[in-house]
């Protein structure tokens, strides 16, 4: 038996003290923990609750063209804005705005929706008011007094339609845009201009920089309290600016001579380095009408016009290359030595040839008769070209051409670029077509047709390698330190390039298929093609190079019109081109009047029409033409020997 008893208030005592002790310390720590070691977090999370950001749009990069020249650039723009009130107020604000800013019905029905889906935020009304906008409403600042006018930030291209398709447009990032790895990482949000097509597409993250943000206070309820009281600010880190190997001036040249109801492209560069000089399809559009949002009824405009000027032609269109592949076909047979300069083929051109159990035609019905290479060039022969194609063989035919990149992309720094059509194996027609290719196959293919579609830019980059040393560069729209990587090597000798210049030089020489549209001061050297469209007239080619008399060329160039007709009609869109881009090289003024067509003669015919040389000669003087035996005009202006107009026009044009 105990004779005292535990005091059991002692122990709760104890057990108090041990709780108090326990609770005290561990709010302690919370409370240093909170004040101390995140006490920086916290107050910034105070700060987000109570700050809003407005963001402050990064102005882009400004591209330059390869003399400096401004391709694109930010200047200041204006957005404005209306303050959170009720329904009737902001309606009745936004209908005495209309005849300012140029609202129509349905634009304000669509931001009284908006206002009604974010209640309390800042309503946009426009981010591309111009200055007289602008001052406009600042005269009238009493009548809105919940009218908010913010500096933004504003995308301009001075050559406008000149560049469309190059340089493209920037307009606000979309849902689905969001969604993309690349723009969720970079941290991209709703609002967010970004580029859309082009250069500013391509080149997104170089020339977009950081958005910066100004803070203003909000309730509790998340109202801005007084949206023109900037609490602080975030400076926004422009973008980088981008130097392009473009000539501005030369693409403007070619937007103002190319003609504007026709449909198709060019493309001039560089055959050392792989530079774009020029990029350009017709019809084209104005990036500057992007700018803030296009107008919907602009929009519908531009994707309902079946001139599809939207549509790059230069890289997003596929076109059969007719003649102008031949020099390609030339260009295997060179390789595999079975042919040179001079080397004649066993059947004469009589208008056409039988082989396996087909009968193909040349282009010039009376026949061409018996040509070396050289004079195959020059005069575009079909049957010369059947001939060496089945020399070669279907199988050794497709995998020279897969080689030289016909199947492949260029690589050009612009997105959009098509894959051409060119058979990669002879599985590729079983898997086509459900069938092996004819024996017959590759007399169409080394003439330019059949299975056989290239992009503008291809064509250009393959004459870029003939105009060399047999080896192009990759193409490119913007400078780099680093050399571009080689993308074409037409494994060709010396001997077989002379064959080759050979055939060119004579295409735009007296006689040749294009001699009207050779240059008084350059040596050009061209291949006229007309492809075949079952839709239409005949697509018009004509692809080379050009430069000084004697040394090696420093331009190369494609150039294509939807149903231009021929080779021949279209030439001059590129001789001029190139004339324009080497008189401004070395220094020389500008020619207006540079081909030969042009100097001999009268404005009644138009650069892109056929004009007979008898025409032209009866135009500069009342002394008309005369004529030797030999069909050669003895009084040609200028001394030039013309060969009569049967000659110089015979029929279609190869």
Same mark, same amino acid.
């Given at each position: 038996?105990?004779?005292f008893?535990y005091?059991?208030?002692?122990r709760?005592?104890?057990?108090?003290?041990?709780?108090i002790t326990?609770?005290?310390?561990?709010?302690?720590?919370a409370?240093f923990?909170?004040? @101390?070691v995140s006490?920086s977090?916290y107050?910034?999370?105070a700060?987000?609750n109570?700050?809003r950001?407005?963001?402050? &749009?990064?102005?882009?990069?400004?591209?330059?063209?390869?003399?400096d020249?401004v391709?694109?650039?930010?200047? *200041?723009g204006y957005a404005v804005m209306l303050l959170?009130t009720?329904?009737?107020?902001m309606r009745a604000?936004l209908?005495?705005l209309?005849p300012?800013?140029?609202?129509?019905?349905?634009a304000?029905?669509?931001l009284?929706q908006?206002?009604?889906r974010?209640?309390n935020?800042?309503?946009e009304?426009t981010d591309?008011?111009?200055? $007289?906008?602008?001052?406009?409403l600042?005269?009238?600042r009493?009548?809105?007094p919940?009218l908010l006018?913010?500096?933004?930030?504003k %995308?301009?291209y001075?050559?406008?339609?000149?560049?469309?398709?190059?340089?493209?447009?920037v307009s606000e990032?979309?849902r689905?845009?969001l969604?993309?790895?690349?723009?969720r990482?970079?941290?991209y949000?709703?609002? %967010?201009?970004?580029?859309?097509a082009?250069?500013?597409r391509e080149?997104?993250f170089t020339?977009?920089?950081?958005?910066?943000a100004?803070?203003?206070?909000v309730?509790a309820?998340?109202r801005?309290v007084?949206p023109?009281?900037?609490?602080?600010a975030?400076?926004p880190?422009p973008?980088k600016n981008?130097?392009?190997?473009?000539?501005l001036?030369?693409?403007?040249?070619i937007?103002?001579?190319?003609?504007?109801?026709?449909?198709?492209?060019?493309?001039l560069?560089?055959p $050392?380095?792989?530079?774009?000089l020029?990029?350009y399809?017709?019809?084209?559009?104005d990036?500057n009408?992007? /700018?803030?949002?296009i107008q919907p009824s602009l929009w519908q405009?531009l994707?309902?016009d079946?001139m599809k000027?939207?549509?790059?032609r230069?890289?997003?269109?596929l076109?059969p290359?007719?003649?102008t592949?031949?020099?390609?076909?030339a260009a295997?047979?060179?390789?595999k030595g079975?042919?040179?300069?001079?080397t004649?083929?066993? =059947?004469?051109?009589?208008g056409g040839?039988?082989?396996a159990?087909?009968?193909?035609?040349?282009?010039w019905? &009376?026949?061409?008769?018996?040509?070396?290479?050289?004079g195959? =060039?020059?005069k575009?022969c079909? @049957?010369?070209f059947?001939q060496?194609? =089945?020399r070669?063989?279907?199988?050794?035919?497709?995998e %020279?051409?897969?080689?030289m990149?016909f199947?492949?992309?260029t690589?050009l720094?612009? &997105?959009?670029?098509?894959s051409p059509?060119?058979?990669?194996?002879?599985d590729?027609?079983?898997?086509?077509f459900g069938?092996?290719?004819?024996?017959?196959?590759?007399m169409?293919?080394?003439?330019?047709?059949?299975?056989?579609s290239? *992009? @503008?830019?291809?064509?250009a980059?393959?004459?870029s390698a003939?105009a060399?040393?047999g *080896?192009a560069?990759?193409?490119?729209l913007? *400078?780099?330190e680093?050399p571009?990587?080689?993308?074409?090597?037409l494994q060709?000798?010396t001997a077989?390039?002379?064959?080759?210049?050979a055939g060119?030089?004579?295409?735009v020489?007296?006689?040749g298929?294009?001699w009207?549209?050779?240059l008084?001061?350059w040596?050009?050297?061209?291949?006229?093609?007309t !492809?075949q469209?079952?839709q239409?007239g005949?697509h018009?080619?004509f692809?080379g190079f050009?430069?000084?008399?004697?040394?090696p060329p420093e @331009?190369?160039?494609a150039?294509? /019109?939807?149903?231009?007709?021929?080779?021949s009609d279209?030439?001059?869109?590129a001789?001029m081109a190139a004339?324009?881009?080497?008189?401004?090289?070395?220094?020389?003024?500008?020619d207006?009047?540079?081909?030969l067509r042009d100097?001999?003669?009268?404005p009644?015919?138009?650069?892109?029409?056929?004009?007979?040389v008898?025409?032209?000669?009866a135009a500069l003087?009342?002394?008309q033409?005369?004529?030797?035996?030999a069909? /050669?005009?003895?009084n !040609?202006?200028g001394?030039?020997a013309?060969p009569?107009?049967d000659?110089a026009?015979?029929? !279609?044009?190869?």
């Amino acid at each position: 038996m105990q004779l005292f008893q535990y005091d059991t208030r002692q122990r709760r005592a104890l057990g108090a003290v041990f709780v108090i002790t326990f609770v005290v310390a561990t709010l302690l720590t919370a409370f240093f923990h909170t004040q @101390v070691v995140s006490g920086s977090q916290y107050a910034l999370r105070a700060e987000e609750n109570r700050l809003r950001p407005i963001p402050i &749009p990064a102005p882009r990069g400004t591209m330059y063209d390869r003399y400096d020249k401004v391709v694109a650039t930010s200047i *200041t723009g204006y957005a404005v804005m209306l303050l959170p009130t009720d329904s009737a107020t902001m309606r009745a604000t936004l209908r005495d705005l209309a005849p300012f800013v140029g609202l129509s019905g349905q634009a304000i029905e669509r931001l009284m929706q908006q206002r009604h889906r974010r209640p309390n935020d800042l309503l946009e009304v426009t981010d591309d008011a111009s200055y $007289s906008q602008i001052a406009a409403l600042e005269e009238r600042r009493a009548a809105f007094p919940n009218l908010l006018v913010v500096e933004r930030p504003k %995308r301009y291209y001075p050559a406008g339609a000149a560049l469309g398709h190059l340089v493209g447009y920037v307009s606000e990032v979309t849902r689905e845009q969001l969604q993309l790895p690349r723009y969720r990482q970079a941290g991209y949000q709703q609002g %967010r201009w970004i580029g859309q097509a082009g250069i500013e597409r391509e080149y997104e993250f170089t020339l977009s920089g950081e958005d910066g943000a100004r803070f203003v206070e909000v309730d509790a309820r998340g109202r801005i309290v007084d949206p023109r009281s900037t609490v602080g600010a975030l400076a926004p880190t422009p973008g980088k600016n981008v130097k392009l190997t473009l000539d501005l001036e030369l693409q403007q040249y070619i937007h103002e001579i190319f003609p504007d109801t026709m449909k198709g492209a060019i493309v001039l560069m560089v055959p $050392s380095t792989g530079e774009i000089l020029a990029l350009y399809s017709n019809p084209s559009f104005d990036p500057n009408d992007f /700018v803030g949002g296009i107008q919907p009824s602009l929009w519908q405009a531009l994707s309902t016009d079946p001139m599809k000027p939207q549509l790059n032609r230069a890289i997003t269109a596929l076109y059969p290359p007719a003649s102008t592949f031949k020099l390609a076909t030339a260009a295997m047979g060179l390789q595999k030595g079975i042919v040179k300069a001079d080397t004649r083929m066993p =059947i004469s051109c009589t208008g056409g040839m039988y082989y396996a159990g087909r009968y193909a035609r040349c282009w010039w019905k &009376p026949g061409h008769g018996s040509l070396d290479l050289v004079g195959a =060039i020059e005069k575009s022969c079909n @049957v010369y070209f059947y001939q060496l194609g =089945i020399r070669l063989g279907v199988q050794e035919f497709i995998e %020279r051409g897969t080689r030289m990149g016909f199947s492949e992309k260029t690589g050009l720094d612009l &997105p959009g670029e098509v894959s051409p059509i060119f058979p990669t194996g002879l599985d590729w027609w079983r898997q086509r077509f459900g069938h092996r290719p004819m024996p017959s196959e590759v007399m169409s293919l080394a003439i330019g047709q059949g299975p056989n579609s290239q *992009t @503008v830019l291809r064509m250009a980059l393959f004459y870029s390698a003939l105009a060399g040393n047999g *080896t192009a560069p990759e193409p490119h729209l913007v *400078t780099g330190e680093q050399p571009q990587p080689q993308a074409l090597d037409l494994q060709l000798d010396t001997a077989g390039l002379q064959a080759v210049w050979a055939g060119l030089k004579r295409v735009v020489n007296p006689g040749g298929t294009a001699w009207l549209s050779s240059l008084e001061r350059w040596q050009v050297y061209g291949k006229t093609g007309t !492809a075949q469209n079952p839709q239409g007239g005949d697509h018009g080619w004509f692809t080379g190079f050009a430069g000084p008399p004697g040394a090696p060329p420093e @331009v190369a160039f494609a150039v294509i /019109v939807e149903h231009g007709l021929h080779g021949s009609d279209v030439a001059p869109l590129a001789t001029m081109a190139a004339n324009f881009y080497l008189n401004k090289k070395h220094g020389l003024p500008f020619d207006p009047k540079p081909i030969l067509r042009d100097r001999w003669g009268t404005p009644r015919c138009p650069y892109y029409t056929t004009c007979t040389v008898a025409t032209r000669a009866a135009a500069l003087s009342p002394v008309q033409p005369r004529f030797n035996s030999a069909g /050669v005009q003895t009084n !040609a202006p200028g001394g030039a020997a013309a060969p009569t107009a049967d000659r110089a026009t015979p029929g !279609a044009q190869p």
